[in-house]
């Protein structure tokens, strides 16, 4: 069974400029979530789809992040603009609806300079 | 919402010792405990989880305690190796499909 792919695995850009994270999950699963590790801090929650729905965005820290899930499938999380703040590594994970574990994928390790 | 600490931050032990880290959380709402892995250069790995429901929990050399009154989990690696070498999370969450709130990682090294 195919893990949890994301790419890039490394992106390094400028201040203002906009970056798209890519997740596709395992197949089958529902589930998929995003949690962004800032400066060797706590893995924080994003967001949260079933399918192609939105289920938690709470952790979405403002307007600048897009995420979706079109057909259910792949996920992109896209920032705009960037800035400094948003360097860190985002996680992607994904389960099966009614499983407590996640799988993760590698991480997108995003630099802003 | 949810808050987890996790101590310590970084943990070194000799081969062969056991190691334990400690985590404690906020919501009594939470009702499950899973503890990751995360190798340099790869995502957080499932290691051992736990539900509220369960004091106790062991899969060889790894186990989980958990005390619902006090509101902290443990995770104890006996008999350590270097592969055990890793940062290791501890999370809390309530349901199958919520999300997880982290710990802030513990940077275990086992020296040879």
């Known amino acids: 069974e195919a893990g949890v792919t994301q790419f890039p695995s490394h992106s390094v850009i400028e201040k203002g400029q906009t970056v798209t994270l890519r997740c596709d999950p395992i197949?089958?699963?529902?589930?998929l979530y995003w949690y962004r590790r800032v400066m060797g801090k706590e893995i924080k929650f994003l967001l949260h789809?079933?399918?192609?729905?939105?289920?938690?965005e709470s952790g979405m820290p403002n307007n600048r992040f897009l995420a979706e899930r079109t057909g259910g499938t792949y996920s992109t999380l896209k920032v705009q603009p960037a800035e400094l703040e948003d360097s860190g590594v985002y996680f992607c994970?994904?389960?099966?609806?009614?499983?407590?574990?996640?799988?993760f994928g590698s991480g997108t390790r995003l630099t802003v300079v | 919402g949810e808050n987890v600490e996790q101590h310590p931050s970084t943990l070194s032990v000799q081969e062969g010792d056991s190691a334990v880290i400690k985590c404690t959380y906020s919501?009594?709402?939470?009702?499950?405990f899973p503890w990751y892995k995360q190798e340099l250069g790869k995502g957080p790995q499932l290691i051992i989880d736990?539900?509220?429901?369960?004091g106790e929990k062991k899969d060889q050399r790894i186990a989980v305690t958990l005390n619902k009154t006090a509101k902290h989990f443990s995770l104890h690696i006996t008999e350590t190796q270097p592969e055990d070498s890793a940062v290791y999370f501890c999370?809390?969450?309530?349901?199958?499909?919520?999300?997880?709130?982290f710990g802030s990682g513990t940077q275990l090294t086992v020296l040879p």
């Open positions: 999370a809390a969450g309530s349901g199958s499909a919520r999300q997880l709130t």
């Open positions: 919501d009594s709402a939470s009702n499950y």
């Open positions: 197949s089958g699963h529902d589930n």
């Open positions: 994970a994904s389960s099966q609806v009614g499983n407590y574990g996640y799988t």
């Open positions: 789809f079933v399918k192609e729905s939105k289920q938690d």
């Open positions: 736990i539900r509220s429901n369960v």
